[in-house]
């Protein structure tokens, strides 16, 4: 999981402009893009494999928050974030939200 995060994330950072205009693309909202269905399926089949683990559906929803190429424009662009910075700070985040030993990528 946490590699799947970082791996978009990176993405997103390297093509911020593209990340934008495909997530606004149609209504304005990356949750009614095509995409986003296929990344919420991927990470919450990946969530399904963690023993425990419950609430899994919201839980991807959150984990694809953290990478919304909005929040992802705001803190490189706006408010000048290293790359680094933001990968480490994802990886905290999804370690706190799925428990001890989901650093491990």
Known sequence: MPALLDALLCFK???RRLSLALEES????PYQAEHYARWHGLLEAVLDQIPGL???DFTAHALLAAVRADLVEHL???EGV????MRTQLADFTAGVLGPGS???
């Not at 149609?26 to 909202?29: F, N």
């Not at 290293?82 to 910075?85: A, G, I, L, V």
């Open 103 to 105: 650093r491990e990528g």
């Open 13 to 15: 950072l390297d093509n």
């Open 82 to 85: 290293p790359q680094e910075r």
């Open 54 to 56: 419950t609430g899994n």
């Open 26 to 29: 149609g209504s304005g909202s």
């Open 76 to 78: 490189a662009g706006q």
